[in-house]
């Protein structure tokens, strides 16, 4: 854009920029002086130990004589890996997502009665309240639906008549309101988008008590109202892998933290909704989908093994793809040898990818999957151990059960929302401290200077 076509406050706002920019960077080398873990991260890429926790754990490595040994993931859900609860589910034939709510919640799992109980409560709380959609959803319509999730918590505050009790049992009732309530939300803000900025029909359907969360899912965004019970499971199986990944993953981290100052159960969400948007967290599976697409779009055949490690090798260097250098859905700051998140998805995307016409997307996924750690290992020059996450595979399972790119992202939300609430819980129960790290100041001492004299 040419300067002169800039406004007057485009012009003032660039050089104010440019100023907060002179005044507000630190060098690399100020960091590495204090020894100061960017990203609370050791230099070995592990995590700051931060806080304990008996919800979740999240084990990629050992540690042998001081080295960081690579081994293949394990995702355990107080203590039970989720290759066995999933295994479990499967083998019954049965949904699993409310019953892994109860697990993180409680802590147990539940009998057959505690688990029908728990079904029964979460589906009276899945409608909104009266006027909700109306004056809160349709009134200011979203171009994201995170944005709308967040903002829709936030507005529930308003609608609870004992929203700053912070006690044990005040906290669960409004936790299980939230993880029954954010589906519905995000089904009528998705609605609202397609009605206001795509100028599509809109498409409300009543609550059917008797469906659990996937089930709802599918049958609000659908016209329809259709889906097969292979479809329902697939997306209970993505609300599983997603529901929680331990104390330290960005968005949990930032519910607790907010937690430990005492502040009330809408706004502690809100600011985990806000920090999973992030395509460096929970939007990254939008990011796998715009790099597949680009790929698909520059090479000419997909199946061709080289060819695409070429291209990748193009992304890496920052010639191709959006310029950041990341090959999208490789990588984890836990896992190296296997992300069980991505094994599961993968394993049961095939044959539904198959069906809807995406097998080609598959392929391709897998081959990325295969080629990119040497792609990394020749472009930056180290050996180092990279996985797929989950976000790799998480976008192809959305689009073969017909979900819009708009709700990724969110349907990760609709999910690790009970982490969250575990979470949360965990914290006002053993916490009681407020969360307060330390930062070095850089600043010398300065005298001031009148108006009149600068």
Known sequence: MNDNSLSHDDKLLDSLAQRLL???????????????????RNSDNTGVMAGIT?????????IDDGEKVPKEGHLRYR????????AGCKQDERFGFEELVYLLLFGELPNRIQLDEFKALLSENRELPFDFIEDVIMRAPSPNIMNKLGSSVTALYAYDENPDDISVKNVLRQSVKLIAMLPSIMAYAYQVKRRYFYKKSMYIHTIKPELGTAETVLRAIRSDKTFSDKE???????????????????????????TSTGTDTYSAIAAGIGSLKGFRHGGANIKVSEMVADIFENVRDTADEEAVSAYLHKIVRREAGDGSGLIYGMGHAVYTLSDPRAVILKRNAKELAEEKGLLDEWKLLDIIERTAP??????????????????????????????????????????????????????IATGGKIMRPAYKSLMKSDEYIPLSER
């Open 79 to 86: 203590g039970l890996d989720l290759y066995d609860f999933v």
């Open 232 to 258: 329902a499971k697939l997306l209970d199986l993505c609300l599983m892998i997603h529901a929680d990944h331990g104390g330290g993953n960005n968005s949990t981290f930032t519910t607790r933290c907010v």
């Open 54 to 62: 008996r919800i979740c754990s999240v084990d990629g490595y050992y």
């Open 374 to 427: 040497a792609v990394f290992s020749e472009e930056k020059g180290i050996a180092k151990n990279i996985c797929a996450n989950v976000d790799l595979y998480s976008g192809l399972v959305y689009r073969t059960l017909g979900i819009p790119e708009d709700l990724y992202t969110p349907m990760f939300a609709c999910a690790r929302v009970a982490g969250w609430c575990a979470h949360r819980l965990e914290e």
């Open 22 to 40: 002179s005044n507000s960077t630190i060098p690399s080398q100020d960091y590495e002086r204090y020894n100061i873990k960017r990203g609370l």
